[in-house]
């Protein structure tokens, strides 16, 4: 059977924010699984682990006792790329003292299906259920359906966000270099030299002051011209 609902892509389109898109994926999940009472969703980025969205009551509380184990069966999930579905809590043996907790919370199932495995941004999405087996007779090609979809749109969004950083980086670099050219044009009319050499002079004035090439030509710039540099902007072409 395949997924019949709104499909995840259209959710990030019509989200005005990634944290909105995360909001109503974990919503979506809980609505189509009405044994669950928490639903949450755990990204790992550069080692860390984070529930960057929830739904219900339960999912919050058990996906932290999880990373502070730095063990259970989100984290199974998310690092081994695999659906992890606990039948009971109550005789559950993995996981240390994981299921005790979880069981103590009032929760005695869950299911845990990977997103982007064996990415950088990998992650889980993480139902749980009151009820024993709780997830025995629910539509698993549905949840399957919902977390490719998801997987898709956190790489779009994670691709967008790591262009939108990327012009960030390439803007700063901008603004350094039209200072830094500044600086020199300055150095060449002053000692006489060419751009090669007054670089060198700006350099090593930068070295032996202990302070950044970008900050001391600014301050040359402020020193001849009594206001800060002028700073260019990216511009969107005409």
């Known amino acids: 059977m395949t997924y019949d609902g709104p499909h995840v892509t259209e959710l990030l389109l019509e989200s005005d924010s990634l944290d909105g898109f995360l909001d109503g994926l974990t919503e979506l999940a809980l609505a189509r699984v009405p044994v669950a009472n928490g639903c949450g969703l755990t990204l790992s980025r550069e080692g860390r682990h984070l529930t960057v969205a929830s739904a219900g009551t339960s999912a919050r ?30 005789g559950e043996q993995r996981w240390g003292p ?14 845990s299906m990977p997103i982007a495995p064996h990415t950088h941004t990998a992650g889980a999405l993480n139902l749980y ?31 967008i966000a790591d262009a939108q950083e990327f012009a960030n980086d390439l803007e700063t670099a901008l603004r350094s270099r039209t ?42 710039v402020a020193s001849i011209g009594g206001r800060p540099p002028k700073e260019d902007r990216l511009r969107p072409r005409p």
């Open 98 to 111: 994981y299921p005790a907790h979880a069981m103590a919370s009032g929760t005695r199932s869950s299911l």
């Open 179 to 220: 200072v830094i050219d500044q600086a020199i044009g300055i150095i060449m009319g002053q000692r006489r030299c060419d751009a090669e050499q007054a670089f060198t002079i700006l350099r090593t004035a930068s070295q032996h002051r202990n302070i950044k090439l970008r900050d001391l030509c600014a301050e040359l």
């Open 61 to 90: 509380d058990l996906d932290e006792k999880q990373y502070g184990l730095d063990d259970g069966p989100c984290l199974q999930a998310l690092r081994q790329g695999e659906e992890v579905v606990v039948t009971d809590m109550l």
């Open 129 to 159: 259920s009151p009820k024993p087996d709780g997830f025995a007779d629910e539509d698993r090609q549905l949840l399957r359906s919902l977390a490719a979809q998801a997987t898709g749109a956190i790489a779009l969004a994670q691709r």
